[in-house]
C-alpha cells in the first residue's frame, strides 16, 4: 500500500526558511516524476516545483526561483523541498505528489519535461500547513 507522509510545515517569519519532507512507502522512488503543489485559500492549486525521475532536471514556478530547492534521496524515498527567503504570499497547504506514468514519458522524451508540473499525479501526500507572518 502507498504512503506519503509529509512533515516540516510550520509558522515562520518573513525572511525564515523551512524544509519540507516527503516520506513515501510502499515503492521506490527510481524513475517516479515528484513535485510539489501548494493551494492558498480561494486560490487554485499551483505546481511549486517537480522534477523528473531520470534526471536532474526541474521546474520551479517563477514566484520561487532562486529561493525554493526540490531535492530526492532515492535510497530512503524521500522528498524535500527546502525554502528559504519565505515570503507571506508562499502561505498555504503544501502537498507533496508522485507519478510513475509522467516519470516515464519525460524519460522516453515523449512528453515535454517543461510541464512536469501540469501533468496528472497519481499519489499525494496528505499536506502540511505553511504560514509566514509576523
Known amino acids: 500500500q502507498v504512503q506519503m507522509v509529509e512533515s516540516g510545515g510550520g509558522l515562520v517569519q518573513p525572511g525564515g526558511s523551512l524544509r519540507l519532507s516527503c516520506a513515501a512507502s510502499g515503492f521506490t522512488l527510481d524513475n517516479y516524476a515528484i513535485g510539489w503543489f501548494r493551494q492558498a485559500p480561494g486560490k487554485e492549486r499551483e505546481g511549486v516545483s517537480c522534477m523528473s525521475g531520470s534526471d536532474d532536471f526541474a521546474y520551479y514556478t517563477e514566484s520561487v526561483k532562486g529561493r525554493f530547492t526540490i531535492s530526492r534521496d532515492n535510497a530512503k524515498s524521500t522528498v524535500y523541498l527546502q525554502m528559504n527567503s519565505l515570503k507571506p504570499e508562499d502561505t498555504a497547504v503544501y502537498y507533496c505528489?508522485?507519478?510513475?506514468?509522467?516519470?516515464?514519458?519525460?524519460?522516453?522524451?515523449?512528453?515535454?519535461?517543461?510541464?512536469?508540473?501540469?501533468?496528472?499525479?497519481?499519489?499525494w501526500g496528505q499536506g502540511t500547513q505553511v504560514t509566514v507572518s509576523s
Open positions: 505528489a508522485l507519478d510513475l506514468i509522467v516519470g516515464h514519458a519525460i524519460m522516453k522524451g515523449s512528453i515535454d519535461k517543461a510541464g512536469i508540473c501540469t501533468y496528472e499525479y497519481d499519489y
